[in-house]
Nanobody, 128 residues
Framework: QVRLAESGGGSVQAGGSLRLSCKAS????????MAWFRQAPGKEREGVAA????????YYGDSVKGRFIVVQDDRSHRIHLQMNDLKPEDTAMYYC?????????????????????WGQGTQVTVSA
């Protein structure tokens, strides 16, 4: 059974940077979609970024394009989300999610219910 462990997050001023990490354990395959979603209080869950672990293809939500980068440690089942030029509207709980034996695809964030498991979440707070 795959398990996810997140790390990183914290508080930063606008314009700053943070890095989140997510490690998948439990003998995951090498061909998965690993993604970051976020949810702020009172708002819907939003897809942030995703990476297809077989070939490193990446996908980004419109609100973070050009500021966030998702990368993976080669075949170590660990991904990182480098968040640059953070804005107060990036404040949210960030969740790592896993979809086994699957590509991500351009509509990767349309059906978050197809991701399982999910991490416990890590808080990111950006002050103005």
């Amino acid at each position: 059974q795959v398990r996810l462990a997140e790390s990183g997050g914290g508080s930063v001023q606008a314009g700053g940077s943070l890095r989140l990490s997510c490690k998948a354990s439990g003998f995951p395959s090498v061909s998965n979609c690993m993604a970051w979603f976020r949810q702020a209080p009172g708002k819907e869950r939003e897809g942030v970024a995703a990476i297809y672990t077989w070939d490193g293809t990446t996908y980004y939500g419109d609100s973070v394009k050009g500021r966030f980068i998702v990368v993976q440690d080669d075949r170590s089942h660990r991904i990182h989300l480098q968040m640059n030029d953070l804005k107060p509207e990036d404040t949210a709980m960030y969740y790592c999610a896993f979809k086994s034996l699957s590509v991500c695809g351009v509509d990767w964030d349309d059906e978050p219910q197809k991701f399982t498991p999910w991490g416990q979440g890590t808080q990111v707070t950006v002050s103005a």
